[in-house]
């Protein structure tokens, strides 16, 4: 769904960079409260794994693939926040670096791909484990049924977008259906990664998830028949093995991204994703400008001068996964480190999860 030059005209362009621009501003300091010492590592991950994950397009029709957005893990994961800034880190890295996504249209994208699918996610999974048992399967099930609705969701936003500044004459209602119709199934795709990425993370690491730390409750022991509150592990004994095992996670999850982007990436689908069907079949790419960024060492996700396709791709996947998490981490350090005295950790992240 990454919106190229030319669909929006400049005005609505415009605008949705400032709308854009005010999101990210706030994001920036809601992040401060959700950050600490364990997700900001995690959360330049995050946008690292969702970086190469995006690079897996799947078929969902004829002719027609999918990739993840991303916005619903990220909020799941790290936040609603920090989910907005690493969605946001993921799109600068693509429009900068690969020529995918217009620059004049970031606006547009980030509006769309980053605070739509982090905002109606999230407030649906909070809604939906307002009644569901509070379980980690019910984590894992209230993240499907947030990544799925947030992907047509998405859809809905830009046909919005398009209608108040379209730049080619199309009728609104066919572009609605179209784009609905494609994203929803470009949503179970979303849904089930993002559902098998959280379900992973909470299985190893509940404590990480920040979607799950409502659901905590104090371990409980049975004494003599009755059920007593279990004292809590000494700090200086816990967090040793805490730090190990957060290491492990994120070792674990660069290597992940770092060989999907480098080498499943090849087999990824060659049709082209929802939008650029919904554009090509419903004559929306009419007006489509050419990337300021076209020329780029990196550009289409390839090393220039590199003939090989499986080489030059998966060269292209590793130097994006590096950058992003590299750029992503140091945003997300200084975040963390520009932390105020009215900006407390979340209170619930040291209890144990359910």
Known sequence: MHVPDGFINAPVSAAAGVVAAGAVAVSLRGA???????TAPLAGLVAAFIFAVQMLNFPVAAGTSGHLL???LAAILVGPYTGVLCVTVVLLMQGILFADGGLTALGVNVLDMGITTTVVAYALFRGLLTVLPKTRRSVTAASFVAALVSVPAAACVFTLIYWIGGTTDIPIGKVFTAMVGVHVLIGIGEAVI???TVGAVIAVRPDLVHGARGLTSSLKLRIDGELVDAPAPAPAQAAPVAARSHR???AAGLVTALVLAGFVSYYASSN???LEKVAADQGIDKKTEEHAAKDSPL???GVKDVSNARISGG???VIGVAATVVVGSGVFYVVRRRRTPD??????HDKESV
Request: charged fraction near 30%.
């Open 32 to 38: 401060r409260r959700e950050l600490d010492e364990r």
């Open 70 to 72: 991303g916005g619903a």
């Open 194 to 196: 993002t559902a098998l």
């Open 248 to 250: 492990r996670i994120w």
């Open 272 to 274: 082209p994703d929802g």
């Open 299 to 301: 550009a289409d996700y």
């Open 315 to 317: 060269l292209a996947g």
């Open 343 to 348: 900006a407390p950790a979340d209170p619930t």
